[in-house]
């Protein structure tokens, strides 16, 4: 993309810098959060849709699903990998690419005609969302500055949150006026944009001298795939077997993981799992994002079937909590700038542990209002977590280790919301009464976060 003189020299510019100065901070998080807001967006946007689309292309919803399911079985695969190679090529390098990659498979999915066309392009998009998802943290470390990286975090996490609710919105609005290609289309301008400020704006970082290790790459790609197809197993019930299979399957890729990879800088980062802090942090961030999908993908089913409401009236009640999540996101970054993540979010899991707690006195007579207060506290809760959480996980590990905490960061998202809906879906095969089941398993989950959360003020690093 460059060449590799300016690049050397530019690396060795930003080498000792704390941060871009203030007059490139602006256009350089502007391209980072939109990238991100399309890349986040794309994860929902498609699943209003599916009914459109299978129609579309002459195939049954069940097979539409797979338009969900290639683009965050790619987008988790590959996190991991893109990350560590951000390390070894710079950070900005893999996020133009994964960006060109988004923009490119975007078109793809728009002119597809057949249900294996728009599945691949999916895949694509799901590699090129990785590229953009697994340094986007460790670009936020490189253009801001120390003090202010947990208000940069909180913003992060305010455009994620609102990216994910506006994704249902968006795509309604688009369905109204247009047919369902646009949800793709819409993508290629935004991303050029995007693309064209990154190239100027985006930082550089320092590089090592090592080169990028493929075959753990690949070894790891296999892990996390056969991890996330076994929880995926287990929640569909499809029989001790199948799941025992899978799982020893699993067991033995992370065994030859482990004996190949790198023990300097490994692909999977245990390196980076035995500073407690980091450790801890991740941990909390895997169950508590396990406990809000599991409630998120749940809360649809009991509302529609147990409370008798429509889709519409419920898919705008639901709204009230990611809503919260990012405007809690926007304060909440400042002020882990001054208290320790470990408090702030043991106080925020303790919330929503509350309102999960709560939400199982829902009847058919709740009113809207008290809906949407329970949903806002859920949300207020999960948003005083997850800024301070972020970032405690990036700024504990070295600098030169920040692709492999950004790559680490998303992964226990993503392994835990895989978990959460597996819950559900566990429960809606096996229980009669899932939805107090899925409810109670939420709560425990986070109030286990909670404990985890609160177990790291014994470190005062944050």
């Known amino acids: ?23 490139k901070r602006l256009l350089a998080i502007l391209t980072v959060f939109l990238a991100m807001g399309i890349a986040v967006m794309d994860g929902s946007i498609a699943n209003l849709a599916l009914p459109v689309i299978a129609r579309d292309l002459m195939t049954s919803e069940a097979q539409a699903i797979w338009i969900i399911n290639s683009y965050q079985i790619a987008l988790a695969v590959f996190l991991l990998p893109l990350a560590s190679l951000g390390e ?45 998802l697994s340094v986007n943290s460790a670009l936020v470390r490189f253009i801001f500055p120390t003090r202010l990286l947990g208000r940069a975090i909180g913003y992060n996490a305010l455009v994620a949150g609102t990216a994910s609710a506006l994704g249902p919105t968006v795509a309604g609005f688009i ?17 050029l944009i995007s693309f064209v400020i990154g190239i100027k704006a985006l930082p550089f970082n320092p590089l090592p001298k090592r080169k990028f290790d493929t075959k753990s790459a690949l070894v790891c790609m296999l892990f996390i795939g056969l991890l996330l197809y076994t929880v995926d197993t287990i ?7 199948t799941v025992m299979t899978c ?66 009236r419920s898919g705008f009640l639901l709204t009230a909590w990611p809503i919260s999540v990012a405007l809690t996101g926007v304060f909440v970054g400042k002020l882990s700038d001054r208290i320790m993540a470990g408090l702030l979010g043991g106080i925020g899991l303790a919330v929503l542990t509350v309102g999960l707690a709560m939400l199982l006195m829902l009847n058919a007579q709740t009113s809207d209002t008290t809906i949407v207060f329970l949903f806002a506290i859920c949300g207020i809760g999960f948003g005083l ?37 597996s819950v559900v879906a566990l ?14 398993s939420a709560a425990v989950l ?13 470190y005062h690093v944050d």
């Open 175 to 191: 369905l109204h006026v247009a047919s369902w290609h646009w949800l793709f289309l819409i993508n290629i301008p935004l991303g």
């Open 235 to 241: 929640g569909h019930a499809e029989g001790w077997a």
């Open 427 to 440: 429960m809606l095969t096996e229980s009669a009464s899932p939805y107090k089941l899925v409810l109670i």
């Open 385 to 421: 977590f997850q800024a301070p959480n972020n970032k405690t996980i990036m700024s504990s590990a070295p600098k030169a280790r920040t692709g492999g905490a950004s790559g680490m960061l998303g992964t226990a998202r993503l392994t835990g919301q895989t978990l959460g809906a």
């Open 446 to 458: 986070s109030g286990a976060a909670c404990l985890v959360s609160l177990s790291r003020i014994r």
């Open 88 to 132: 070894v090529i710079g950070y900005r390098r893999v996020y133009l690419t994964g960006l060109i990659f988004f923009i490119a498979a975007s078109l793809a999915c728009a002119i597809s005609g057949t249900m294996l066309q728009i599945s691949l392009a999916r895949i694509f998009q799901g590699i090129g969302a990785a590229g953009i």
């Open 1 to 23: 993309m460059e060449v590799n003189v300016q690049d050397a020299q530019n690396v060795r510019t930003f080498q000792d810098a704390d941060g871009l100065p203030a007059d």
């Open 247 to 312: 799982a020893v399957l699993t067991a033995v890729s992370l065994l030859i993981l482990l004996k190949v990879q790198s023990t300097s800088a490994p692909m999977l980062p245990l390196d980076l799992l035995r500073i407690p802090l980091f450790a801890l942090s991740v941990s909390t961030s895997f169950c508590a994002f396990a406990a809000q999908m599991a409630a998120l993908v749940m809360l649809p089913f009991m509302m529609q079937n147990y409370l008798e409401m429509g889709a519409g």
